[in-house]
């Protein structure tokens, strides 16, 4: 009996294995294939829509992220991503703005080491429709270059496994002449957003964008009909300035990738420290947001002039929960943002919705 539970046990570590190494060779099939994605989702504009590069309240805007996730179920999955957005005004009388943005990521997967890296030039205009209530709508583009590849030396195989144990020493018998594979990426979004009211204490953004238009081939074996599905995205935000110190913001977002979905939702309330005649030196915010069926995330944030700190930490509570003992991933965001000046050195702002 004892020696049935063994081979049971290492017939099960043989699928295993074999799974792994599927994973990496066809993600097309598997849940691999979806798209990085991040639980401050709302900060990573490029990823998410190229129309809402620049959609934010200064000129400029710099960041990291650095994601780790499931060390309790396997090696940690890494995310590192760095992004750039700055805005510029469409001549002197002008209300319209062009933004120029650029995102670099590497994301590292797996006990074979996938990995995943893209860099992401964006552009995007920014129309003023109605100048009266700060209305915009926006069309942005983006053209990105990828490379994914994993380390074979790492795979493990059904053959390495003789008389009942495990031998990495034992020939594989396996022809790996490709692990790597590159392509180009070509995705466009369109974006709304609208500051409601003669006070403007209410804004909102809407936006719908695409990636992957290209299809490229998504295959180590060059397998013929195997390519990058589109990922579709639908992006939502209210923002209610309640006073000077108080302002609510409510996200979501919505992802479409094959059979392959994700919704995200939740908000966050920002206090920022009022003193009649000073400068607002600091904003706290706290929230929560839900992904569906996967976790629940609390957030943090922490604004000091113009440096801004952020944590969050995925509560997992899928079918993988037993698992993972509710152990999701932490993830940091800092951020850099601010105002140019003319030659005068005057500062110049430009008309822009109320989004912290």
């Given at each position: 009996?004892?020696?049935l539970?063994?081979?049971?046990?290492?017939?099960?570590?043989?699928h295993?294995?074999?799974?792994a190494f599927?994973?990496?060779?066809?993600?097309?099939?598997?849940?691999?294939q979806?798209?990085?994605?991040?639980s401050?989702?709302y900060?990573t504009?490029i990823?998410?829509n190229?129309?809402?590069?620049?959609v934010?309240?200064?000129?400029?805007k710099?960041?990291a992220?650095?994601?780790?996730?499931w060390?309790?179920v396997?090696?940690?999955?890494?995310?590192?991503?760095v992004?750039?957005?700055?805005?510029?005004?469409?001549g002197?009388y002008?209300?319209?703005?062009?933004?120029f943005?650029?995102l670099?990521?590497?994301?590292?997967a797996?006990?074979?080491?996938?990995r995943?890296t893209?860099?992401?030039?964006?552009?995007n205009?920014?129309k003023s429709?109605d100048e009266?209530?700060?209305?915009?709508?926006?069309?942005?583009?983006t053209?990105?270059?990828?490379?994914?590849?994993?380390?074979?030396?790492?795979a493990?195989?059904?053959?390495q496994?003789?008389?009942?144990?495990?031998?990495?020493t034992?020939?594989?018998?396996?022809?790996?002449t490709?692990?790597?594979?590159?392509?180009w990426d070509l995705?466009a979004?369109?974006?709304?957003n609208t500051?409601l009211?003669?006070?403007?204490k209410?804004?909102?953004?809407?936006g719908?964008?695409?990636y992957?238009?290209?299809?490229?081939?998504?295959?180590y074996?060059?397998t013929?009909?195997?390519?990058q599905?589109?990922?579709?995205?639908v992006?939502?935000a209210?923002?209610r300035?309640?006073n000077?110190?108080v302002?609510?913001?409510?996200h979501?977002?919505?992802?479409?990738?094959?059979?392959?979905?994700?919704?995200?939702?939740?908000?966050?309330?920002?206090?920022?420290?009022h003193?009649?005649?000073?400068?607002s030196?600091y904003?706290?915010?706290?929230?929560?947001?839900y992904?569906?069926?996967?976790?629940?995330?609390?957030v943090?944030?922490?604004?000091?002039k113009?440096?801004a700190f952020g944590?969050?930490?995925?509560?997992?509570?899928?079918t993988l929960?037993?698992?993972?003992?509710?152990?999701?991933?932490?993830?940091v965001?800092?951020?850099i943002?601010?105002?140019?000046a003319?030659?005068?050195?005057?500062?110049?702002?430009?008309?822009?919705?109320?989004f912290?």
């Amino acid at each position: 009996m004892e020696n049935l539970s063994q081979k049971s046990k290492i017939k099960s570590q043989k699928h295993l294995t074999l799974l792994a190494f599927l994973i990496a060779l066809f993600p097309t099939y598997t849940y691999a294939q979806a798209d990085i994605h991040f639980s401050q989702f709302y900060e990573t504009s490029i990823l998410r829509n190229p129309a809402l590069t620049g959609v934010f309240e200064n000129d400029y805007k710099f960041g990291a992220y650095y994601r780790s996730q499931w060390s309790t179920v396997s090696n940690p999955y890494q995310t590192a991503l760095v992004s750039g957005e700055y805005r510029h005004s469409v001549g002197q009388y002008s209300n319209d703005y062009v933004s120029f943005g650029l995102l670099g990521y590497t994301d590292k997967a797996g006990s074979i080491d996938q990995r995943i890296t893209g860099i992401y030039p964006a552009i995007n205009y920014n129309k003023s429709i109605d100048e009266h209530h700060n209305t915009f709508l926006s069309a942005g583009f983006t053209g990105g270059y990828l490379q994914y590849s994993f380390d074979p030396s790492k795979a493990t195989f059904n053959n390495q496994f003789q008389g009942g144990h495990f031998d990495p020493t034992n020939p594989t018998n396996e022809n790996i002449t490709n692990a790597k594979m590159t392509m180009w990426d070509l995705g466009a979004g369109l974006s709304f957003n609208t500051s409601l009211g003669d006070d403007k204490k209410v804004t909102y953004v809407l936006g719908v964008s695409g990636y992957h238009f290209t299809q490229p081939k998504f295959s180590y074996y060059e397998t013929p009909g195997i390519t990058q599905n589109i990922r579709w995205n639908v992006n939502a935000a209210v923002s209610r300035y309640v006073n000077e110190a108080v302002t609510i913001v409510f996200h979501s977002n919505y992802a479409l990738q094959a059979t392959y979905n994700e919704i995200m939702i939740g908000g966050m309330i920002h206090w920022t420290e009022h003193k009649t005649g000073i400068r607002s030196l600091y904003t706290f915010s706290g929230g929560v947001f839900y992904r569906y069926n996967d976790a629940i995330i609390p957030v943090v944030k922490i604004k000091y002039k113009n440096m801004a700190f952020g944590f969050s930490y995925d509560v997992n509570v899928s079918t993988l929960m037993p698992a993972s003992y509710m152990q999701g991933g932490a993830e940091v965001t800092l951020f850099i943002t601010g105002n140019t000046a003319d030659r005068s050195g005057v500062v110049k702002k430009t008309m822009c919705p109320r989004f912290f």
